[in-house]
Structure formats: C-alpha cells, structure tokens
C-alpha cells in the first residue's frame, strides 16, 4: 500500500507499507523498497514495524540519517495501537521545515495503515468483528 507524495518547502515524503509477522519479513520489505527506482534517490528511508510473534511484541526502526524519526514514529504506532505492519517512510530533502516533518511523517503512517486496514477488511469478507480505524489525519496546508 503506497500514500501519494506529500510536498513541503522543497521537502517530498512517501509512505509505502505491508502487513507482517516476522523481522524476515519486514527486512525483506525494506530491502524491496530500497530497490524501487522511485524510492532508490531519497535522502531517508525510515522503516518502523510492530507485530505480535508467538506472543511477543516485536518493534524496531531505522531512522536513515532521519535523526529521531523512527523513534518518534514507532512512539506514534505505540499510541494508536498499529499493529502487524512494516512500513517505510522516505524523504527527498529540501528547505529545513524543522519538526513540521514528523506531523507529516505521522499522517503518512496513518494512511498507510489505514490502507492495509481497509485491504485486510476487503479480504477477508468472513470476519465479523468491527475494525477500528487509526484517527490521527493530515491535511497540508
């Protein structure tokens, strides 16, 4: 699942993610993303993931030269209960917009899982427990 780019101050950001249960799988998900030629000239490749593994809670990032983003966003998945998913946040450098980046940083995680939320719901026509979506939204400016 892919966000379209965000563009601020000569800054571009992008979100891609998947559903996980595993590091294998969230590493071979960053090394597919890497490879990406859309993806292969940013400056930052930021990638968070949480999910649950024989009943333990697996977390990690890679800020990428993003100083404090991926803690900062693995802090944001934490506070809205993301689960199960890898995902990538990449950043073409621009003009410094300061900690402007990280509410947008935000809102792209929170699409991409609202994403693969709204995809996981459309599988899986069988289930009938209700999905939660994630709240926090980002309108630019």
Not at 3 to 8: A, N
Not at 87 to 97: D, Y
Request: hydrophobic share 35%; glycine share 8%.
């Amino acid at each position: 699942m892919n966000t379209e780019p965000i563009q601020k101050n000569g800054s571009e950001f992008y979100a891609t993610g998947t559903k996980v249960g595993s590091v294998n799988q969230a590493q071979n998900f960053y090394k597919k993303v890497c490879i990406d030629p859309y993806v292969a000239s940013v400056d930052s490749r930021i990638l968070i993931y949480r999910f649950m593994e024989q009943g333990k809670l697996i977390e990690n990032y890679h800020d990428d030269g993003e100083h404090g983003a991926g803690r900062r966003l693995l802090k944001y998945m934490r506070e809205n209960q993301i689960m199960d998913v890898a995902i990538v946040v990449t950043r073409w450098m621009g003009e410094h917009i300061g900690p402007q980046r990280f509410t947008i940083m935000e809102g792209l995680v929170n699409e991409v899982a609202n994403l693969i939320l709204d995809c996981e719901h459309e599988d899986d026509s069988t289930r009938h427990t209700a999905k939660v979506k994630y709240s926090h939204r980002y309108i630019p400016p």
